[in-house]
């Protein structure tokens, strides 16, 4: 397939300025909202990578690398966190530092995380490989441009113990950083992100746990919202998801050990692009290592405090 398809079809400079899709976004709530950071209650480290619309050439490539951990002594947690995405000629690097404030809840373990990341963000354009008939935007330079910003974000992370219920909301991009290099007009953006996710595990029995979760994305006035249902029936899940307008996703994941997962997931486009496409693969590994910080939460004159991961 030729790179047309995928300029006539989404607009590719539209698209590379959005952060990139993930359908095993469970698995990666740090990566989305910084007020997650610590919330397993150890160091989890994260890798993912997708490939997004496999078959047209130039289509979405992404990885994620990224840890989080309490901290005792900064009642918290923090984080760190590298992303790359790729999509035609437009290349991305975010790598962003997080911290979060941990609020306890009551005395049953439930808690409120209040986050903030900053960092840097990375725009690079290699014009110059564009054709005149493939430029979407007639403004593009047919050069090479490249730029590093500044970029914050802040978040609300909401669990209960033992995360069996979980909701956030966090918005990436707050200051919009400009990408005057890449247009003649210089009016080109990183829009502002808002997230929303939500989760929940319902015991069926020892073994056996039913785990719903949503998710939602808005920038500017694209908007993406997804539903899935994934079934654990320790060591393995399996599970289904729907994308409004876009696709269906079908997860499969092992717990090869007791802090090792491995998933993958395959979106089935049912966009206009599926004409072209054969879908979509992700793959994401997540470590947890066994508890080796205890946070604390603020003294309110409570002395007795307690594990409250």
């Known amino acids: ?51 997004q619309w ?11 690398v990224n840890a989080h951990t309490p901290v005792t002594f900064l009642r918290g947690g923090v984080g760190l966190s590298v992303v790359g995405d790729q999509i035609g000629p437009f290349r991305t690097t975010d790598v962003k530092a997080a911290y979060a404030f941990r609020l306890p809840i009551g005395s049953s373990g439930s808690a409120l995380q209040i986050g903030v990341t900053g960092g840097i963000i990375s725009k690079s354009l290699d014009g110059a490989s564009l054709k005149p008939e493939q430029i979407p935007d007639p403004t593009l330079f047919n050069r090479a441009a490249s730029m590093v910003l500044p970029d914050v974000g802040a978040g609300l992370y909401f669990t209960l113990p033992e995360d069996k219920f979980y909701v956030g909301f966090s918005a990436l991009h707050l200051t919009e950083p400009a990408l005057k290099d890449f247009t003649s007009t210089g009016r080109s953006r990183v829009p502002r992100h808002f997230y929303a996710t939500a989760g929940y595990t319902a015991r069926l029995s020892e073994t056996v746990e039913l785990v ?8 500017q006035s694209q908007y993406m919202a997804e539903a899935n249902l994934a079934l654990r029936v320790q060591p393995v899940v399996i599970g289904a998801s729907y994308r409004l307008g876009d696709a269906v996703c079908a997860l499969l994941g ?9 998933g993958y997931s395959y979106d089935y486009t049912l966009s206009r692009l ?26 309110f004159g409570v002395r007795d405090r307690k594990d409250f991961r």
């Open 1 to 51: 397939m030729q790179l047309r398809w995928l300029l006539l079809s989404v607009g590719v400079l539209v698209w590379a300025q959005q952060d990139p899709q993930f359908t095993q976004y469970m698995y990666n709530r740090f990566g989305l909202n910084p007020a997650a950071a610590g919330y397993a209650g150890a160091w989890q480290f994260v890798g993912l990578t997708r490939l």
């Open 54 to 64: 496999v078959g047209i050439d130039g289509h979405p490539t992404t990885f994620v």
């Open 212 to 219: 719903p979760s949503l998710f939602f994305k808005l920038a």
């Open 254 to 262: 092992l717990q090869a050990t007791e802090g090792l997962f491995v």
């Open 274 to 299: 599926g004409a072209v496409t054969t879908g979509s693969h992700e793959l994401v590994v997540v470590y947890t290592l066994a508890p080796a910080f205890r946070l604390i939460p603020p003294d």
